[in-house]
């Protein structure tokens, strides 16, 4: 359960964002916040200082805090960006998109749209449909089967030397050197996971990984070297690995029976994403198998899934910030002639019923 004050933080933060309180307005004092929420003086001011720290408010003693002014963007009128995802409506990406598209029409550009569903071939076709467009400024990309050596990557720098933006999401290639990408820390996501079941006395944890996508196999990396550091058992039996053309298995009863089974022994799965994570723990409960207490299970994404699963999942959030927000403000700055670096997304556990 997140800390009280990360809570009111929460909630002010999201008031500022609905456009609350205006540039010159105090936000309520001290006194009427412990009054709203029944906390100490303290919690507020600690949930103060978290706004303050992210840039959104200033604070001053014996002024009370107001909004952090800030100068106006620069409106990019006709500007013309694709956006390249390997899905458009299944799983985070609807969140994702939006949150690309919020940031791009605010700045006067209707994002042009399309999909690879992760395949190489695809990808191909539409590199190559942008490099016929003219007018083209930006690229939003995530690339297809990231953690494979891709055969496209002359159609980027072709793009490239056109003197088309490049952002890539979720995937980076150090071919394309100064391409600048918004990634999830998933390394550290693995390790994460592995320590909190590790806290939690788990010593057989096995972990179930995609291996065509650079998120699995950051997330295998993460996991297997926190394993080692914690001194538990990394065994080949106790990992399972699916692909893009493999992933609609999960589906299957009679597959996950056959997962399951060679997981066996195991007192905790750290699964890939919670789309494979609501599969496991609703299959578990099949078989009989209660969860947490005879098996745990943890995931990335905090998505819906996790929520709806029939024991609430724990699983890894990145809090307020969006991926695909970070990468169109980014893309922005590029576009206005500012040099950029790769963004690093941390993630942050939302402990459930599932552990």
């Known amino acids: 359960m997140a800390p009280k004050y990360q809570s009111i933080a929460d909630a002010l933060r999201l008031e500022i964002e609905n456009g609350l309180y205006s540039g010159k307005q105090l936000l309520p004092t001290e006194q009427l916040l ?7 003086r303290q919690t507020v001011r600690r949930a103060l200082s978290m706004l303050e720290d992210e840039g959104l408010i200033t604070r001053r003693q014996g002024s009370g805090s107001r909004l952090r002014e800030h100068a106006a963007p620069e409106i990019l009128l006709n500007c013309a ?5 390997t899905y458009i409506s299944d799983y985070i990406f ?32 539409i590199l ?58 998933n390394f550290g996501g693995g390790k994460l996971l592995v320590e909190y079941l590790g806290g939690k006395g788990h010593q057989n944890i096995a972990g179930i990984f995609k291996n065509d996508d650079m998120q699995g196999t950051l997330r295998y ?42 997981l066996a022994g195991c007192t905790a799965i750290v699964c890939y ?22 098996m745990a299970v ?30 169109a ?3 922005l700055r590029l576009l206005q002639g500012e040099e950029c670096q790769t963004v690093v997304v941390p993630w942050h556990l939302k402990e459930k019923e599932s552990s």
């Open 329 to 331: 403000k980014l893309m």
């Open 273 to 294: 994403n919670d789309e494979v994570a609501i599969r496991v723990v609703s299959h578990l409960q099949k078989r009989g198998v209660r969860v947490p207490e005879e």
């Open 94 to 125: 609807p969140n994702i998109l939006q949150g690309m598209e919020r940031v791009l029409a605010a700045n006067g550009s209707a994002p042009l749209l399309f999909a690879t569903q992760n395949q190489i071939s695809t990808e191909r076709k």
């Open 34 to 40: 412990c009054q709203r929420f029944q906390i100490s």
């Open 221 to 262: 990396a993460g996991y297997a070297q926190t394993l080692r550091n914690l001194g538990l058992p990394l065994e080949d039996g106790q990992i399972y690995w699916y692909n893009t053309e493999t992933r609609r298995a999960f589906y299957s009863e009679s597959f996950l029976d056959s997962v399951l089974e060679s």
């Open 81 to 85: 960006v694709a956006v390249v995802t």
């Open 128 to 185: 190559q449909t942008l490099l016929t467009m003219k007018e083209l400024d930006g690229v939003l990309v995530e690339g297809s089967k990231t953690a494979l050596p891709n055969p496209n990557l002359d159609l980027y720098q072709k793009l490239i030397d056109q003197g088309v933006r490049l952002v890539f999401i979720n995937g980076t290639y150090p071919e394309l050197a100064g391409t600048p990408s918004v990634l999830a820390d």
């Open 298 to 327: 943890v995931s990335f994404d905090n998505s819906q899934y996790s929520e709806l699963a029939p024991v609430r999942i724990t699983s890894l959030s990145h809090g307020t910030q969006n991926l695909g927000e970070l990468a």
